[in-house]
């Protein structure tokens, strides 16, 4: 299994731009979800999905979108990139089954690099 | 959701040496996870702990929970050079469903061969 993979790594924007950061993973999780981790500041929710086609706001979901259409899949898309959202955004997913120690740990992507000139 | 504030922020020890870092929260919660992040790379689960356990060990970790005091710890037995990392903690106030885990700014462990 690959896990949960992100691309790109690395991005640059100019303020304004638009971009989708791409995440998926093989495990058959159904939750997956949406992190932007800056200095200082700890990782913090922007979006999260319990299935496809359901999706629902974090902590910090100004300036961004999602959308689920396949369990595999969750893109989040910046709609007019600002410096504000220069960070390293991290993707993660989890299994649902109940009472299982399983249905609580995250597994994380790599992250992409993002900065936004 | 609620956020965890690890402590220290920074720690330096030795190869071999035992590494304690801590975690409080402030509301009751139903379980605590702890996290390692590798320098550049995403989070990686180490443990959870129930709200109705106090000690668990997994391998070289030992993790402790005190509902009474809002803290949690996590030892490092043995530590390696592999073990420098910054490690987070989690708390959950969930029972199920999707965890809305909110990380706190963690504890940046440097071990030293």
């Known amino acids: 299994n690959a896990g949960v993979t992100q691309t790109p790594k690395f991005q640059v924007l100019k303020t304004g731009q638009s971009m989708t950061l791409q995440c998926a993973q093989d495990?058959?999780?159904?939750?997956m979800s949406w992190y932007r981790q800056d200095p200082g500041m700890g990782l913090r929710l922007i979006h999260y999905?319990?299935?496809?086609?359901?999706?629902d706001q974090g902590e910090v979901p100004n300036g961004y979108n999602v959308s689920r259409s396949t369990t595999e899949d969750f893109p989040l898309r910046l709609l007019s990139a600002a410096p504000s959202q220069t960070s390293v955004y991290f993707c993660?997913?989890?299994?649902?089954?109940?009472?299982?120690?399983?249905?609580?740990?995250?597994?994380f992507g790599p992250g992409t690099r993002l900065t936004v000139t | 959701s609620q956020q965890g504030e690890e402590d220290p922020q920074a720690l330096s020890i030795q190869e071999g040496e035992n590494a304690t870092m801590n975690c409080s929260y402030k509301?009751?919660?139903?379980?605590l996870q702890w996290y390692r992040q590798n320098s550049g790379r995403g989070l990686v689960h180490l443990i959870l702990?129930?709200?109705?356990?106090r000690e668990k060990h997994s391998g070289r970790l030992r993790v402790t929970l005190d509902t009474s005091k809002k803290s949690s710890s996590l030892l490092i037995t043995a530590s390696r050079a592999a073990d420098t990392a910054s490690y987070f903690c989690?708390?959950?106030?969930?029972?199920?469903?999707?965890?809305?885990?909110?990380f706190g700014t963690g504890t940046r462990l440097l071990v030293s061969p």
């Open positions: 993660a997913s989890s299994y649902s089954g109940l009472g299982t120690e399983r249905a609580y740990e995250q597994y």
């Open positions: 495990m058959n999780h159904e939750y």
């Open positions: 999905s319990v299935g496809a086609g359901i999706t």
């Open positions: 509301t009751s919660i139903n379980n």
């Open positions: 702990i129930r709200s109705n356990e």
């Open positions: 989690a708390p959950s106030t969930m029972n199920t469903g999707f965890q809305k885990l909110v």
